[in-house]
């Protein structure tokens, strides 16, 4: 369609100026000079149309940004000095595919299903490694954000195009919807141009709260934090409950101008092509407050990253770092761990939890003993306890005997009178990273709640919220724990090997 700024009529081009469109010198905006045409009286499309057959200047209307609605724009389009020229004489800007096509720039807020043909312009906030032939990234513009895929054939060709930070003009991407989001997958319609002109696409719509302040926010709760890295620890590969998925993660401690630290994870890709030293400041969105043995923080994997935005902020918080904060003494949430490992000289042979976890999962009759500096994180509570033998120094499981009055020790062997309550439950603890159970004895219950098995018995069936409170009172408490991995029989036929408490020493 061509206007003269009165009327609009059809126009038509001959295939021997089709290179014109096809090079990009003839696109939406452009101002054409027809010097020679032929009025076709024949309707096309219900219209009389024009056939183009020469063109003696093609040039871009300058700055030309038209509003069309709400959230689009009509996207600037280049300029030649003749349109005769042929395509490759003209100056080509770095890109995947030429564009400069006459799509509507649309903002991400105001993408749809029904939208077909379509331009964002959007800065790549992040991008993953390459895995399976595949890989991602993150794009934002002042509207809100979006994740992309890209496959196959298609990441040769972008990936080294897309760089983190640099704002890009995007065509033709496929949408689907997955998880209710919606995600930009590219095909090969998809067109990708790098955009140096100045722009007012933000670095990021962050909200950071201050480290000091996690503890005000509830667990799972998402967050944004600006923080400056402290100390890194090198990326290692675990183990999945399911004991069959392994992930890589990697651990760093930050700090703010608040005065606190805390230990952040990085996941996947983000871990193992973390490269940031020391002292560099780092914006994360979305971190979601963890709780192991005080707050932690694990970073998503879908989330940006941004390493020293250039944003006041971050300039804010890099002169109070290298004038102060290099040489500050933080607060911690935890006592007990640092930087994600045992606290040295807590006690002899520290072990991470990790490494319990594998001894636990070791050969069943091969018994080891190990020290864990860790927080209790939770009791289970039913079963907590059992009849056990009232001789000194026994606790053996009793059973009454039929027809009497007696107890019969399963250990001593002795007929008793009475018994006593002893412990016999089940609690986790973490270091800050992973997580274990441990099986309680009646003397690392006393150590645990302070207080006999016989009067905590007494509180859960006189006060039960006094014993909730009981319970609750131990939770977040560090202790240097001594084990011993043992055997159980709970069914008949089966046998699973635990970790059992034997000594507990608080930590201060």
């Known amino acids: 369609m061509v206007s003269d700024g009165e009327s ?127 890989f991602a990234v993150n794009l934002h513009d002042d509207s809100g954000d979006i994740r992309a895929f890209i496959y196959a054939q298609q990441v040769d060709e972008f990936f080294p195009l897309l760089e983190v930070g640099n704002v890009y003009h995007i065509s033709l991407a496929q949408m689907r919807r997955r998880n209710n989001q919606l995600e930009l997958v590219f095909n090969d319609k998809t067109t990708v141009e790098r955009y140096d002109e100045l722009t007012d696409v933000s670095q990021g719509d962050f909200d950071f709260v201050p480290i000091a302040l996690l503890t005000e926010n509830k667990v799972n709760h998402e967050v944004d934090i600006l923080c400056v890295i402290k100390d890194v620890i090198d990326a290692s590969p675990i ?5 069959k998925d392994k992930r890589v993660r990697r651990s760093l ?13 990085l996941w996947g890709s983000m871990a193992t092509d973390f490269k940031c030293p020391v002292g560099s400041i780092v914006a994360f969105k979305g971190a979601m407050i963890k709780d192991y043995g005080g707050r932690t923080l694990s970073a998503s994997e879908y989330k940006p990253m941004v390493v020293n935005p250039d944003i006041p902020e971050a300039h804010t918080l890099r002169g109070w770092y290298d004038a102060e904060g290099h040489h500050k003494k933080f607060m911690s949430f935890s006592r007990c761990v640092t930087h994600g490992r045992p606290a040295v000289g807590s006690a002899p042979n520290l072990v991470s939890i990790a490494k319990a976890n594998s001894l636990v999962a070791g050969v069943a009759d091969n018994f080891e ?37 007696k107890w019969h020790c399963e250990r001593c062997k002795q007929l ?7 412990y016999d439950f089940c609690f986790d603890v973490s270091d800050g990273i992973d997580h274990i159970s441990l099986q309680c004895t009646n003397s690392v219950g006393k150590i645990l709640l302070g207080t006999s098995a016989n009067e905590m018995f007494k509180l859960w069936h006189a006060n039960r919220a006094e014993f909730d409170k009981k319970i609750d009172s131990v939770k977040n408490k560090y202790y240097v724990f001594k084990c011993m991995t043992t055997t159980e029989q709970p069914f008949k036929g089966t046998i699973r090997k635990v970790a059992s408490v034997i000594t507990a020493r608080p930590i201060e």
């Open 253 to 265: 401690l930050v700090v703010d101008s608040s005065g606190y630290e805390v230990r952040i994870t």
């Open 369 to 405: 003993f190990f020290h864990i500096a860790a927080a209790v994180t939770g009791i289970s509570s039913d079963p907590f306890t059992r009849p056990s033998c009232s001789r000194k120094n026994c606790d053996g499981k009793v059973s009454k005997m039929a027809r009497s009055d």
């Open 239 to 243: 183990t999945t409950g399911t004991g």
């Open 8 to 134: 609009i009529c059809l126009a038509v081009l001959p295939t021997t100026l089709s290179s014109l469109v096809e090079g990009g010198n003839i696109m939406h905006s452009t101002r054409l000079c027809i010097s020679k045409c032929i009025v076709d009286r024949v309707p096309l499309a219900g219209k009389p149309s024009v056939i183009i057959i020469n063109v003696e200047d093609a040039q871009i209307v300058d700055s030309q940004r038209e509003e069309t609605s709400e959230g689009d724009i009509v996207t600037d389009s280049r300029s030649v000095s003749s349109a005769q020229a042929s395509p490759l004489e003209q100056p080509q800007r770095p890109s995947a595919k030429r564009t400069g096509t006459p799509y509507t720039l649309k903002q991400i807020s105001k993408l749809n299903y029904g939208i077909k043909n379509y331009t964002i312009r959007a800065r790549v906030m992040k991008k993953t490694s390459i895995d399976c032939q595949a």
């Open 416 to 422: 008793l009178p009475n018994f006593e309550q002893c």
